[in-house]
């Protein structure tokens, strides 16, 4: 099975942030990488295979050279997609139907979402004896559908139409005499008793399998393509990578999609945290640690926009990338993108030593641009760091797409960065 397909099979089976951070540490137990938990004191050793995970919807791995360490080659990506989160009381019955109420994560196309089965995923917080545990949940069904109005009754559908979360998207799950009847199947699923169910994260996803279509196979189409292509790309890369004379980091964050404030996301101090930890562990003073950071350099990687082929003016004319172009190095002047002239040009020549082609992207100046988890972490770790991504369209559909060719050239230039 070739790398794409390994991917797209981990795209269906990851419909969460819980269910990806789950897919990834198995792909790292396989490369024998070792659980540390946060929670216990850390013994580390020279040649050692690790990581660590909060949340359970992010994950740090990193590997330790069997000599001493001068610095840190870190990689980042995020687990999570734009979707519609299950409000804690769910269940919206009216004398018709029963409807789920949801809230917008992140910023999707709503309009990608409607009139298309759905499915419900992630996790629920379980009685334990005394104690709470948590437990993954897919529904792995088509349970429940956002219907359009009609034409005929909404007639500005196709000007421009302003959708209204609260309702125009709830989504249907049944008739009136379907009350409870989600839970009881989300607790069945998750082989659990409904009132052992505390507290869930549960949101809806699309089970639309992905697909390889175009001339020549050219391109793929899946969902959650941003990050999870990135995350897959830096986890599978690390788990063939040896370190050298540095500690190898690959950081997997959760929450870029709202804006990294989490305790799990880039705006936290997991990253900081685990390298520190790290250090002690290995022996090294606060000084060395810091030493180490200082000379350290961080990828962070996260998807790109393509040129679209019917709005190419929306795109700045000397910097527009395309899918299977190859690597995008993303630059901002208002540090949107953490790229500068030294951290592109290092990131380049790993590139070139690899055989990667490399593109740029900038915005148009008179478009904003969106941003990501680089400027973010930056700010707890501050090292040199580069924003880089593959090329896709449609980012934020429920149903994206990118090049066939791209996923293999980003993890090369990875696996060029730790082995090298």
């Known amino acids: 099975m070739d790398m794409l397909e390994r991917f797209l099979n981990f795209a269906e089976?990851?419909?969460?942030?819980?269910?990806?951070?789950?897919n990834l540490e198995t792909i790292l137990r396989e490369a024998g990488y070792a659980e540390l938990k946060e929670t216990d004191p850390w013994l580390v050793d020279a040649g050692g295979k690790y990581y660590v995970?909060?949340?359970?919807?992010?994950?740090?791995?990193?590997?330790?050279?069997?000599?001493?360490?001068?610095?840190?080659?870190?990689?980042?990506?995020?687990?999570?997609?734009?979707?519609?989160?299950?409000?804690?009381?769910?269940?919206d019955k009216s004398e018709y139907y029963v409807r789920l109420n949801v809230e917008k994560y992140g910023g999707m196309i709503m309009s990608t979402w409607l009139d298309r089965p759905l499915s419900v995923a992630g996790r629920l917080a379980v009685r334990d004896g005394n104690g709470v545990s948590s437990r993954l949940v897919n529904l792995d069904r088509d349970a429940v559908l956002i219907p359009n109005m009609p034409i005929h009754f909404n007639r500005d559908l196709n000007n421009g139409y302003s959708f209204d979360p609260q309702t125009d998207l709830?989504?249907?799950?049944?008739?009136?005499?379907?009350?409870?009847?989600?839970?009881?199947e989300l607790a069945e699923a998750a082989g659990v008793d409904g009132k052992d169910i505390l507290g869930h994260d549960l949101f809806l996803y699309s089970r639309e399998r992905g697909s390889i279509w175009g001339a020549d196979d050219a391109y793929f189409s899946c969902g959650r393509i941003d990050d999870l292509e990135c995350a897959f790309a830096c986890i599978s890369a690390m788990a063939g990578s040896t370190a050298r004379d540095a500690v190898n980091v690959c950081a997997v964050f959760d929450n870029e999609e709202v804006g990294s404030g989490s305790r799990q996301g880039a705006d936290s101090g997991f990253l900081y945290d685990t390298l520190t930890r790290l250090g002690f562990a290995l022996g090294a003073s606060d000084g060395e640690i810091r030493a180490?950071?200082?000379?350290?350099?961080?990828?962070?990687?996260?998807?790109?926009?393509?040129?679209?082929?019917?709005?190419?003016?929306k795109?700045?004319?000397?910097?527009r990338p395309v899918m299977n172009g190859g690597v995008v190095i993303k630059h901002n002047?208002?540090?949107?993108?953490?790229?500068?002239?030294?951290?592109?040009?290092?990131?380049?020549?790993?590139?070139e030593r690899a055989g990667v082609p490399v593109q740029h992207f900038?915005?148009?100046?008179?478009?904003?641009?969106?941003?990501?988890?680089?400027?973010?972490?930056?700010?707890?770790?501050?090292v040199e760091s580069v924003d880089i991504g593959l090329a896709q369209l449609a980012m934020h559909s429920l149903y994206e797409t990118a090049g066939t060719k791209d996923l293999p050239l980003l993890a090369r230039a990875l696996e060029e960065m730790?082995?090298?």
Not at 13 to 22: E, L, R, W
Not at 68 to 86: E, T, V, Y
Not at 304 to 310: F, L
Not at 362 to 382: C, F, K, P, Q, Y
Request: aromatic share 8%; proline share 4%.
């Open 13 to 22: 089976q990851s419909p969460t942030a819980f269910h990806a951070a789950a």
């Open 53 to 91: 995970k909060r949340n359970d919807s992010a994950l740090i791995a990193f590997q330790v050279p069997e000599t001493g360490f001068a610095s840190f080659r870190i990689a980042a990506a995020h687990s999570d997609s734009p979707a519609f989160k299950l409000k804690e009381n769910f269940e």
């Open 170 to 184: 709830l989504p249907v799950y049944g008739g009136k005499d379907s009350a409870g009847g989600l839970m009881r």
């Open 292 to 313: 180490a950071m200082a000379g350290s350099f961080l990828v962070s990687a996260d998807n790109a926009h393509a040129v679209h082929p019917n709005h190419p003016e």
């Open 315 to 319: 795109w700045d004319k000397q910097n």
């Open 333 to 351: 002047a208002n540090l949107k993108y953490t790229t500068d002239a030294l951290s592109s040009a290092r990131f380049a020549l790993i590139c």
């Open 362 to 382: 900038a915005n148009r100046s008179d478009i904003a641009g969106g941003s990501t988890l680089g400027h973010i972490s930056a700010a707890h770790v501050s």
């Open 418 to 420: 730790w082995n090298s």
